[in-house]
C-alpha cells in the first residue's frame, strides 16, 4: 500500500509538472511574478485588438530566434515564436517576461566604489554612464589608436541584431582589436571560415532534407531544440540519426543509434574514420578538387604556398594536365588530389595527402583501444556516414574542443 501510494505521489507530480508546461503556453502572462502580476492576470483583456505586438530576436546565445512580444497597457505579458518564422521557441525564450520583471533585475548603471571583486557599486545616471564610456572611447583612440578598442561579445544576453550593430559602430569609429577564435565553440570557429568563406554557413533549414545525421558530441534536441522538428521530419522520412556522446542525452533518446566514446577522444575517432575514407576512396574526388583546399600544396615548414604572398586566395596547386604550379582557380585544371600525382622529385604535399599522413598510425585497433568504440562499429559507422547521402554532421561544441587537431 506504501510502495502505491508513493507511485500515485510520483505521478501526480508528474502530471502536475506537465499542466504547468500547458499552462505556460496558454496563459499569456504566466511568466510574469509579483503580486503586482497577479493583479494584471484578474485585468488581462480577451480583445485581441488590446493588445500590440513587436517583433524582436531572442537575446539568449543559441539560436537567436524570432520572436513576437504581446503587450497590453505598456506591460510585457507574452511571448512566442513568430508566426511566419520557422521555429518552435524555447521555455527559455519564452521567459522572458519573467526576466523582464524580475526584482533582482538591473534596470540602471552601476559604478564600482571600491576594489575589484569586492561587489561594491553605486546607481549612476544612463547619461553619466554614456558620457564616461564616450571619454574612455575618446582617450583610447587618442593615445593607442582604434587598435586599442577591444571587442568581445561571446557572453551573457547576445542577438543576432545587438551584436553586428555593435561591431558596425566601432567599424565606424574607424576600427577595434577583433578577437581571434571563441570562448565556446573554438574548433568550428577556426576550421569554417578556410573550409566554406565564412564562421556562420547556416544549413539549419536543410536538416530535413538529409538522410544520416550524425550528432557528434552535440545535443540538438536541447541546444537545437527550436529545429528540433527538422531532425523528426528527417527522420520520419527515413533519415538516421547517430549520437556520438559519452553520455545518453536527450538526442540519443531520440536517436537510431547511441555509440558512447571514451571522454576526449573524439579526434583518434576522426582520424581513423579518415584513415579507412581515405584508404578506401570513400571520398568525393572530382567535388574535393573543385571547391576544396584538398588540392593547395604545403611546403616543407608546413606553410600553404601561394603565388603571391600579398594575395591570401593565390594558393598554388599542381595540374596535372599541364605538369606545372598553377593558381588553384585557373580554368580548364584537374589539381593533384595526392601525393602520388605529384613529381616523384616534388618538395611539397597536398593538404589531402597531409590530412591522411596525421591519420594512417590510428589503426582500427588503436582508435578502438583509445575510444573504447569496438572496431566493427568504427567501420559501420565510416561506411553509413559515406554511402547514405546527403549527410551531415551536427558538431559545433562538441569534444574537438581545446584538444590537439580538433
Not at 574612455?136 to 583612440?141: G, K, P, Q, S
Not at 533518446?253 to 579518415?274: C, F, H, N, R, S
Not at 598553377?326 to 613529381?343: F, Q
Not at 595527402?353 to 590510428?362: G, N
Amino acid at each position: 500500500m506504501e510502495a502505491l501510494t508513493q507511485y500515485r505521489l510520483q505521478r501526480r507530480t508528474l502530471l502536475k509538472g506537465l499542466g504547468v508546461i500547458g499552462l505556460a503556453s496558454l496563459s499569456p502572462c504566466f511568466f510574469t511574478t509579483g503580486k503586482a502580476n497577479a493583479e494584471t492576470l484578474r485585468r488581462i483583456p480577451l480583445k485581441l485588438s488590446d493588445y500590440k505586438t513587436y517583433r524582436s530576436t531572442c537575446a539568449m546565445e543559441c539560436l537567436h530566434c524570432n520572436l513576437t512580444a504581446w503587450v497590453w497597457q505598456d506591460r510585457l505579458v507574452k511571448i512566442e515564436a513568430s508566426k511566419d518564422f520557422n521555429v518552435k521557441c524555447c521555455l527559455r525564450g519564452i521567459s522572458r517576461t519573467k526576466w523582464v520583471y524580475h526584482p533582482l533585475r538591473l534596470t540602471q548603471p552601476l559604478l564600482r566604489t571600491g576594489e575589484k571583486g569586492e561587489g561594491k557599486f553605486k546607481p549612476i545616471t544612463w547619461d553619466d554612464a554614456l558620457d564616461r564610456i564616450e571619454k574612455e572611447i575618446r582617450t583610447v583612440i587618442a593615445e593607442q589608436g582604434n587598435e586599442g578598442l577591444l571587442i568581445t561579445t561571446h557572453a551573457g544576453n547576445m542577438d543576432s541584431i545587438k551584436n553586428d550593430m555593435g561591431k558596425a559602430f566601432f567599424d565606424y569609429l574607424g576600427g577595434s582589436t577583433k578577437q581571434i577564435g571563441s570562448l565556446c565553440c573554438a574548433a568550428v570557429t577556426a576550421s569554417m571560415t578556410p573550409m566554406l568563406g565564412l564562421r556562420y554557413a547556416d544549413t539549419r533549414d536543410t536538416i530535413k532534407d538529409s538522410r544520416f545525421i550524425l550528432c557528434w558530441g552535440n545535443n540538438p534536441a536541447v541546444t537545437m531544440h527550436a529545429y528540433w522538428k527538422n531532425y523528426a521530419e528527417a527522420q520520419k522520412n527515413g533519415a538516421r540519426i547517430v549520437v556520438i556522446d559519452p553520455r545518453f542525452n536527450e538526442t540519443a533518446a531520440k536517436a537510431d543509434e547511441w555509440i558512447p566514446i571514451v571522454p576526449g577522444t573524439d579526434i583518434a575517432l576522426a582520424l581513423g574514420m579518415i584513415k579507412i575514407i581515405v584508404e578506401e576512396q570513400r571520398y568525393d574526388a572530382p567535388f574535393l578538387r573543385a571547391h576544396t583546399g584538398a588540392v593547395y600544396l604545403v611546403d616543407e615548414q608546413q606553410k600553404l604556398l601561394r603565388q603571391n604572398p600579398d594575395d591570401p586566395d593565390s594558393y598554388l596547386v599542381f595540374d596535372t594536365l599541364s605538369k606545372t604550379l598553377v593558381r588553384h582557380d585557373s580554368a580548364g585544371i584537374v589539381p593533384a588530389l595526392l601525393n602520388e600525382e605529384l613529381p616523384p622529385d616534388s618538395p611539397y604535399s597536398t593538404v589531402m595527402s597531409e590530412i591522411y599522413r596525421q591519420a594512417k598510425p590510428w589503426t582500427l585497433a588503436k582508435v578502438s583501444a583509445e575510444t573504447d568504440i569496438p572496431e566493427h562499429t568504427i567501420i559501420r559507422l565510416t561506411h553509413d556516414y559515406t554511402t547514405t547521402t546527403p549527410s551531415m554532421i551536427v558538431q559545433n561544441m562538441s569534444g574537438a574542443q581545446r584538444t590537439e587537431f580538433g
